[in-house]
Nanobody, 120 residues
Framework: QVHVVGSGGGLVQAGGSLRLSCAAS????????MAWYRQAPGKQRELVAT???????NYADSVKGRFTISRDNAKNTVYLQMNSLKREDTAVYYC??????????????WGQGTQVTVSS
């Protein structure tokens, strides 16, 4: 089975930076798309950023120019570099990965989520 562990969240002042990581392990032949989502209290979970197997990226308008998604295929890891953080970025952040297993079965897996809190 595939296990996904997210980390890197914490408390930071507005204008500061954090780097989130999500590492996958287990029955992995190849990881295709990877993504970061976030969910603030009382709000729907929203897509923050995506990166495909070729390194092409896409961002929500609210984070464009401030956040950078990247991946390390050798480590089965996706990162989210978060700069110029704002109070409205406060949320639980979740990674999602598309995994092609050794039997060529495709599945999607969520990390457990990591809390990001931005203070003034």
């Amino acid at each position: 089975q595939v296990h996904v562990v997210g980390s890197g969240g914490g408390l930071v002042q507005a204008g500061g930076s954090l780097r989130l990581s999500c590492a996958a392990s287990g029955n992995i032949f190849r990881i295709n798309d990877m993504a970061w989502y976030r969910q603030a209290p009382g709000k729907q979970r929203e897509l923050v950023a995506t990166i495909n197997s070729g390194g092409s990226t896409n961002y929500a308008d609210s984070v464009k120019g401030r956040f950078t998604i990247s991946r390390d295929n050798a480590k089965n890891t996706v990162y989210l570099q978060m700069n110029s953080l704002k109070r409205e970025d406060t949320a639980v952040y979740y990674c999602n990965i598309e995994v092609l297993g050794n039997t060529m079965i495709r599945n999607y897996y969520w990390g457990q989520g990591t809390q990001v809190t931005v203070s003034s």
